[in-house]
């Protein structure tokens, strides 16, 4: 099993809460890997959140290639972060030469251009400079949105969080929204792509587990949107589905539940909605899911929500004070960063419900 942390507080923390859950959590996953993505940004970052931020890893000549690409474009520089790093002498992780995590201007005639164009833009623009890097290996891009940061790495936990400061409470990067996963993907080849969170559109998402509808996930989405490319996790078809259900058909968030892990046709027919379910059963059934898995996603409000199979085999909790709310695989995780909380107000997601958490901490349980 993989296993997850994540973070929603009112007021920006550090990474550092997220590795100690993971650090809590050791046993459950095997220092292949460390991704993160981080949302409603403070720090560094806190005065730029208008700016597309971009995440990437690269060579020399991949970074080259970047900044030449965004700059024909139009993009301009406004904000250059450079992560001061302690590379240690023995640090278990393959880093690459370059990390960039830069806030750009809109090219200019874009700049008073309504949201749905400049988020059409900004999707367009990464999915070409992943391409234009990942034809010969030069780089990774892993997201290019405002006030999001995506950090993905290939080796030990603790030496990542160690080479980039990341265990420093004080550190330049805090968000109010962390969702950080540790252990790569082992049911194909190891690739920085693979680990989660996955992020597209605005929209974040990680599962602990598997998917055995995998391949009639990905044939039912491919074609279907621009960024439904790579597949090299079978949890990525959670976050296409989770886009295409509220993105491309405009369905409300609540409608996500109901194509994953549909209702059996015998308490269909006890609803008096029947009719409308029946027909996204219908219509949708290669986006059903199936096997052990527990989804946590963030919208592109802020909004957390977490959904589990229909048999919940996979395990989460969520805990919370009255500033932060910590949701992770193993009770010991939220105990690291949430010790003196009230554990009688700890939830354990059900199969037939999702668990959202809105940007005020409130909780909403919407049963399916």
């Not at 949890?235 to 968030?253: A, D, K, M, N, S």
């Not at 910590?326 to 949430?338: Q, R, T």
Request: proline share 6%; hydrophobic share 35%; charged share 25%.
């Amino acid at each position: 099993m993989c296993r997850m942390a994540a973070i929603k507080s009112k007021e920006p923390v550090s990474t550092a809460l997220a590795l100690r859950m993971m650090l809590a959590m050791q046993k459950g996953h095997d220092n292949s890997g460390f991704a993160m993505v981080m949302q409603d940004l403070g720090g560094a970052f806190a005065n730029f959140k208008r700016f597309p931020l971009l995440s990437m890893a690269c060579t020399s000549e991949g970074l080259y290639r970047a900044e030449k690409f965004l700059d024909d474009l139009g993009f301009t520089p406004k904000f250059d972060y450079q992560p001061d790093v302690d590379d240690l002498p023995g640090l278990d992780f393959q880093k690459m030469p370059h990390y960039v995590f830069r806030n750009y201007r809109y090219p200019e005639h874009f700049t008073n251009r309504p949201w749905d164009e400049k988020k059409l833009l900004l999707v367009d623009t990464r999915l070409k400079l992943r391409q234009l890097l990942n034809q010969d290996g030069q780089g990774y891009v892993y997201s290019f949105w405002p006030d999001v940061l995506t950090l993905k790495e290939v080796g030990d936990p603790r030496d990542i969080g160690t080479y980039f400061q990341l265990w420093n409470e004080d550190h330049w990067l805090k968000a109010r929204v962390i969702s950080a996963q540790c252990r790569q993907n082992t049911n194909y080849r190891i690739v920085r792509y693979a680990a989660h969170p996955f992020f597209l559109g605005g929209y974040t998402l990680m599962g602990n587990g598997e998917n055995t509808f995998y391949q009639k996930n990905k044939e039912f989405q491919q074609g279907k949107h621009p960024g439904y490319i790579g597949f090299e996790s079978d949890t990525q078809c959670f976050l296409y589905t989770l886009h295409y259900v509220t993105e491309v058909l405009g369905w409300p968030l609540a409608y996500y539940k109901h194509v994953v892990t549909p209702l059996s046709h015998e308490e269909i027919s006890r609803r008096p909605d029947a009719p409308v379910l029946q027909r996204i059963r219908q219509s949708l059934q290669h986006l059903e899911i199936n096997g052990p898995n527990t989804v946590i996603f963030v919208t592109p409000e802020g909004n957390m929500g977490i959904v589990a199979d229909a048999k919940k085999l996979r395990p989460l909790v969520i805990g919370r004070d009255g500033d932060m709310i910590a949701v992770a695989s193993e009770v010991c995780g939220v105990n690291m960063i949430l010790p003196k909380r009230n554990t009688d107000r700890d939830l354990y997601p059900a199969e037939r419900e999702t668990v959202m958490i809105n940007n005020n901490l409130e909780i909403q349980q919407w049963i399916q």
